[in-house]
Each structure stands twice: as structure tokens, then as C-alpha cells.
């Protein structure tokens, strides 16, 4: 099945203790995207990925790391969490030239205490 | 990008026709216009995407008058299934990059 996975749903952290969220996808997409979603604020997006190696910042990317060194792979790092950091994150990604948006994954609540 | 203006909310009844529309006057030739659906705590979801006219898929219709600069998606005979946020986005997606900007989309409450 085509999906985009993340890992983990929930997570509840300590503030400054590092903490990588994982995003992978099946479908050979070439972008990858990160959102954050706040009540209020709808949906933002924190960096995204053109492909390997190729990243860039979105509107939101403070206090966040990416990578991109396999194409499947889009770990979103938080090298010392704080409590603003708390919010629903979404992984998203498309295939280049494909006309049909986006897929998002399921999501990951992330608690900063 | 072009910025698009969505009714806040919206509330219809089980087996009725719903119409959302989405405002986006300054939209660029190469934009596309695309809706998502969002339920609670998951991930939103393709619904439909279209360029001009009309676009009819399994689950809505997407409606695109001659100038582009407004658009209607509708949803047939709703259930209280269909209770979700949509959302309007235009933007290039004919080859590159596309930025998703999300605006505050239309809350729909399907009420039985």
C-alpha cells in the first residue's frame, strides 16, 4: 500500500532532551515536506526536500533540523525541544510531475514538557 | 502563490447536496486548484484537483468557472461521515515544486 509512515503517533519529552521524529514513504517521491498544525494557526510548513541532499526552509523551520540522505527517509530533529514546539506534526510527499497533491502521513502529537 | 478565501464554516443534513467555494482571484496560469479534506488528529487527504470546467471523481465535483478566479467543490448527499475541514490550495503542480499553503479551510458539520 502507497502511504507515507511516521513514527511515533505520540510522544511526551522533556524540554531540551533531543528527539528525532521519522517520516518514510513507498512511492519514490521525490518531495517530502513537514508541517506543524496549531490551533488557530492551521497548517505551516517547517522545511521541505527536492530530493536527496536538497532541503530547504519553510515558514516555520526555528528550532528544527532535517535531513535527506535516502530518498524514502525525511527525519524531522529537534535538538532541544521546548514547550512551543508542541503540536501535531504531519510528513507529506509527491512524486514529481504528479498531478494528484499530495499524500500526508498520520501524523505525530508531540508533547513538549 | 495565489491566496485563496474559504467560508468559515458550514453545516448541512445526511443526504444533502454540499457546495463550498473558494475564492482565488489572483491565480496564475499555471496554477491548478486542488482540495483537501482534513478529519481530526489525521493527516489531510486528496479529494480533488482540477485546472478548468469541471472535474467529477468517485467522491466530489469540482467546478471551475471560465475566468479560474473562483471555484466550487461539491459534495453529494453528504453522510455525517463527510464532518471534516476542507481545504482550497492553488499552485503549480504541472512539474516542479509546489508549496502547500494551507489557509483556514471550511469546517463542515453534517448534522443528522
Known amino acids: 500500500e502507497a502511504q507515507v509512515t511516521q513514527n511515533p503517533r505520540y510522544l511526551i519529552t522533556v524540554t531540551g532532551k533531543k528527539l528525532t521524529v521519522t517520516c518514510s514513504q513507498n512511492?519514490?517521491?521525490?518531495?517530502m515536506s513537514w508541517y506543524r498544525q496549531d490551533p488557530g494557526l492551521g497548517l505551516r510548513q517547517i522545511y521541505y526536500?527536492?530530493?536527496?541532499?536538497?532541503?530547504d526552509k519553510g515558514d516555520v523551520p526555528e528550532g528544527y533540523k532535517v535531513s535527506r540522505k535516502e530518498k524514502r527517509n525525511f527525519p524531522l530533529i529537534l535538538e532541544s525541544p521546548s514547550p512551543n514546539q508542541t503540536s501535531l506534526y504531519f510528513c507529506a510527499s509527491r512524486g514529481q510531475g504528479d498531478p494528484y497533491g499530495y499524500t500526508f502521513g498520520s501524523g505525530t502529537r508531540l508533547t513538549v514538557v | 502563490l495565489a491566496k485563496t478565501t474559504q467560508p468559515i464554516s458550514m453545516d448541512s443534513y445526511e443526504g444533502q447536496e454540499v457546495n463550498i467555494t473558494c475564492s482565488h482571484n489572483n491565480i496564475a496560469t499555471n496554477d491548478y486548484i486542488t482540495w483537501y479534506q482534513q478529519f481530526p488528529s489525521q493527516g489531510p487527504r486528496f479529494i480533488i484537483q482540477g485546472y478548468k470546467t469541471k472535474v467529477t471523481n468517485e467522491v466530489a465535483s469540482l467546478f471551475i468557472p471560465a475566468d479560474r478566479k473562483s471555484s466550487t467543490l461539491s459534495l453529494p448527499r453528504v453522510s455525517l461521515s463527510d464532518t471534516a475541514v476542507y481545504y482550497c490550495?492553488?499552485?503549480?503542480?504541472?512539474?516542479?515544486?509546489?508549496?502547500?499553503?494551507f489557509g483556514a479551510g471550511t469546517r463542515l458539520a453534517v448534522h443528522p
Open positions: 526536500s527536492m530530493n536527496v541532499e536538497v532541503t
Open positions: 512511492m519514490n517521491h521525490e518531495y
Open positions: 490550495l492553488v499552485g503549480d503542480v504541472s512539474g516542479g515544486y509546489n508549496k502547500l499553503i
